[in-house]
């Protein structure tokens, strides 16, 4: 028999309950005890939804993110935390978020608020993490509570629980030192701790332990090769038998590694990886089990399901009991349940599969491996009526659409002169002061927004009424600006929805759903539109709305757009065809918005790349191939204008210094970038890296609810010109501002001008 198993559930709710709990909790709307009440539920039933799966994950749910939750595990806290006297929730929150609730904010808790932990992306994901820290100190102390109380919740429910658990090497690989200490060296002290966790699991009657380790689909050096045989040597006279998953990508050169670690059983991406499995199954030991991810659990297309047995019913042959087969990887990174779209097309609907279907689908692999297709005979026909209809649909390719990407050369990406020529001109004339303040696109989106646009939405109000609520925003957005005195603003974004779903719903090859939210970090979700077919842009999409945010102001308006890099990275993405294809079809569109914001008179333009270091491949030596075709596009899109006008981008919340080169090629006049909660870290690569360019690094952390103050973003950006000359720092938050309260914004920005203010007096 096939065993059938899971890596991870999505944690937020179908309806995205687990959000709207943690923002009421934070608010001090609702009790800690309603918070964990509802963490409970949504645990029983994600599990009730497992249910007919022979292991079901347990300690996948976190009330933020895996990564902390295991910090909190291994008992390693930042030393800015340990004093808090409470309850260890809101101490947790304080280092996802900088403060727990407001509630939580009195005397008696301690600590108020305290640097929230850096937080960056997860492998190649859109998920965000919250990064261990560590020191030549560090001392780990086990904490098994959670992990205990929720196996003890899944044994009351009857659920064949595997509990997951974020690996030691990759733990330490994803971490922090904060003194610059071989993290390696804590390894042992870190098994120790590992050792007694997987003995108490045992000791609660656990069978299976998930143990993660994507770090196995990068390149790794001796000394981390080193790591895993250590680690898990040591590891190996645990009483629960260890499955060790790899994912996001093939093993390669770890093939050999990976079959001979002493663990009792294996997990592969067969998704991204399948050429692993062959070699592997000559490498590894008679008894050890290997499992294939062979349902995509990062995209939301059908799997073919006919193909996929076609390969797999050889293995199950050699295998026999020894093949399980899952999910690729954690079903986090994809919505829930496809049942609840209601809206969505019909025939695009009909070649997708969210989470609770992904399940299904790995149900009929299994009972077609066990019973033979004939058991699943009407399942699998109408899967390949599905797979058959995607291909042959009309929808998906545009001639028109392939003969002008046949066209592209490269003088699309080139501008008309270098930085040095441009920047004098656009000086003389945007008629900037030293250190000019900007912010970087969004201002909050109200009780009052969100309102006027379900009513547009549902009808009940009409374009014109939608139009109004949507400037009366903007104008106020652009009146605190002014009365801040930013020196560009911005028109603050009302009318978007999201920074890539606002442009999906507007260019032709897109597809949006109603209920297809994903965790991006704590309680930010995001619904990536579904990119199905080849991209043109019918009309301009944002030129109006600029237009009349300039018609407000005197000083520079900056048009905002998203960069198609971004826009491919943060969408569900057609796997028909190369990723690049799809990237060039979106620089050319938004390549044509650019144009056109130019034609209206905006000489400030920023094209965000916040995605662009997340596209990475794992593998280093594959690095260059993706970052040639990104900034190519980047380019295209940027480099049609003249050289008065100013074009900016952003980044956010990755680590860009191995890259700095490529971000120089894509030839912003400015950019802005991630630094506050990094401490300036970012800025070491410019040490040896003579970056030519403006550039901005943010100096106000906005996913933390702390108030920057003044004296702070001084030393910051004093910081930043002890390696850029000043003349060339722009004053900015780290991100856009949506998600904050205009009650944070507007003391935090005038924090940030008037610090601008000390540094252009010199004081």
């Keep these: 028999m096939i065993r059938t198993h899971n890596l991870g559930f999505p944690r937020i709710g179908a309806e995205r309950e687990l959000k709207f709990a943690l923002e009421s909790y934070w608010k001090g709307a609702s009790s800690r005890d309603a918070l964990k009440a509802l963490g409970a539920e949504l645990r029983r039933r994600h599990w009730q939804q497992q249910a007919g799966l022979d292991l079901v994950p347990v300690g996948d749910f976190a009330f933020y993110d895996q990564v902390l939750d295991m910090s909190f595990t291994l008992g390693n806290l930042p030393d800015r935390v340990r004093g808090f006297h409470g309850d260890a929730l809101d101490n947790y929150f304080r280092v996802a978020r900088g403060r727990s609730a407001e509630g939580a904010e009195d005397a008696t808790a301690c600590c108020g608020g305290v640097a929230a932990g850096e937080m960056t992306k997860w492998f190649d994901t859109n998920y965000h993490y919250i990064v261990p820290e560590f020191g030549a100190d560090t001392k780990f102390a086990l904490d098994a509570s959670r992990l205990s109380e929720q196996l003890a919740e899944a044994r009351a429910q009857g659920v064949r629980a595997k509990p ?52 196995l689909a990068t390149e790794l050096d001796a000394d981390w090769q080193h790591a895993f045989n250590t680690a898990y040597h040591q590891l190996k006279t645990s009483p629960a038998k260890l499955l060790l998953a790899s994912y996001f990508g093939p093993l390669k050169d770890n093939q050999y590694l990976a079959a001979n670690l ?68 954690s079903l986090l990174h994809v919505p829930v349940d496809l049942a609840s779209e209601r809206r969505l097309d019909p025939e695009i609907r009909s070649w997708l599969a969210y989470a609770l279907q992904k399940l299904d689908e790995l149900r009929v692999l299994a009972k077609a491996l066990d019973d033979g297709r004939d058991a699943v005979a009407d399942a699998l026909a109408s899967n390949a009526a599905a797979i058959a209809a995607r291909r042959a649909s009309p929808r998906v390719h545009n001639p028109a659409v392939k003969a002008a990407l046949a066209k592209l050369d490269g003088r699309l990406g080139e501008r008309k002169s270098g930085y040095a020529e441009r920047a004098p001109l656009q000086a003389a004339l945007l008629k900037l002061p030293a250190f000019p303040t900007t912010t970087i696109g969004s201002f909050p989106q109200t009780a009052e927004i969100r309102h006027a646009r379900s009513q547009f939405k549902s009808g009940a109000i009409d374009k014109a009424a939608y139009r109004a609520a949507m400037q009366a925003e903007i104008a106020r957005s652009v009146c605190e600006q002014e009365a801040l005195g930013l020196d560009v603003l911005v028109h603050g974004e009302a009318e978007r929805n999201d920074m890539v779903e606002y442009f999906g719903e507007q260019l032709e090859g897109y597809a949006f759903s109603e209920f297809g939210w ?84 905006v000489r400030v333009i920023q094209i965000d790349e916040a995605a662009l270091r997340e596209g990475l491949p794992l593998r280093r030596s594959q690095w260059q191939g993706y970052l040639d075709w990104a900034v190519e596009a980047f380019r295209i899109t940027a480099n049609g204008v003249d050289d008065e006008t100013q074009i900016h981008t952003h980044m956010c919340y990755s680590e860009f210094n191995d890259i700095i080169g490529s971000i120089a090629a894509m030839d912003a006049d400015v950019i802005t970038i991630e630094t506050s909660r990094s401490d300036m870290e970012l800025l070491d690569a410019f040490e040896h890296f003579d970056y030519p360019n403006e ?69």
């Design 164 to 215: 997951v658990l974020v690996g030691p090497v990759t733990y330490l690989a994803i971490g922090k030192a904060k003194d610059h200490s071989d993290k390696l060296a804590l390894l042992p002290r870190l098994l120790d701790v590992y050792a007694e966790l997987l003995a108490a699991l045992a000791a609660e009657g656990v069978e299976w332990v998930q143990v993660d380790e994507p770090l």
């Design 695 to 763: 550039i901005g690094p943010g100096v106000y952390d906005i996913h933390s609810p702390n108030i920057p103050t003044q004296a702070h973003i001084v030393q910051l950006m004093r910081k930043a010109a002890e390696r850029i000359p000043a003349g060339r720092l722009w004053v900015n938050p780290d991100c856009g501002l949506k998600t904050r309260q205009w009650a944070e914004v507007i003391p935090a920005l005038a924090n940030m001008v008037e610090a601008a203010k000390t540094l252009r007096a010199g004081a």
């Design 518 to 601: 994903v965790q991006s970090y704590g309680s930010r979700c995001v619904k990536p539109p579904i990119l199905f077919g080849d991209i043109t842009r019918p009309k301009p999409m944002t030129v109006e709305w600029i237009r009349y945010a300039q018609s407000l102001t005197k000083k520079p308006m900056k048009g905002m757009l998203t960069g198609p890099v971004t826009i491919l990275n943060w969408s569900f993405v057609r796997d028909d065809q190369p990723r690049a294809v799809s990237c060039r079809q979106l620089a050319l569109a938004i390549r044509e918005e650019v144009l056109d914001l130019e034609r209206a008179g």
């Design 262 to 329: 002493p663990v009792a059983g294996l997990h592969v991406d067969a998704v991204n990886g399948r050429e692993d499995v062959l070699p592997l199954i000559g490498l590894m030991p008679a008894h050890k089990v290997l499992s294939l991810g062979v349902i995509d659990g990062r995209n939301i297309w059908k799997t073919d399901l006919n193909a996929a047995l076609d390969w797999l019913e050889p293995l199950a042959h050699k295998l026999g009991e020894r093949l399980w087969i899952a999910p690729s990887c």
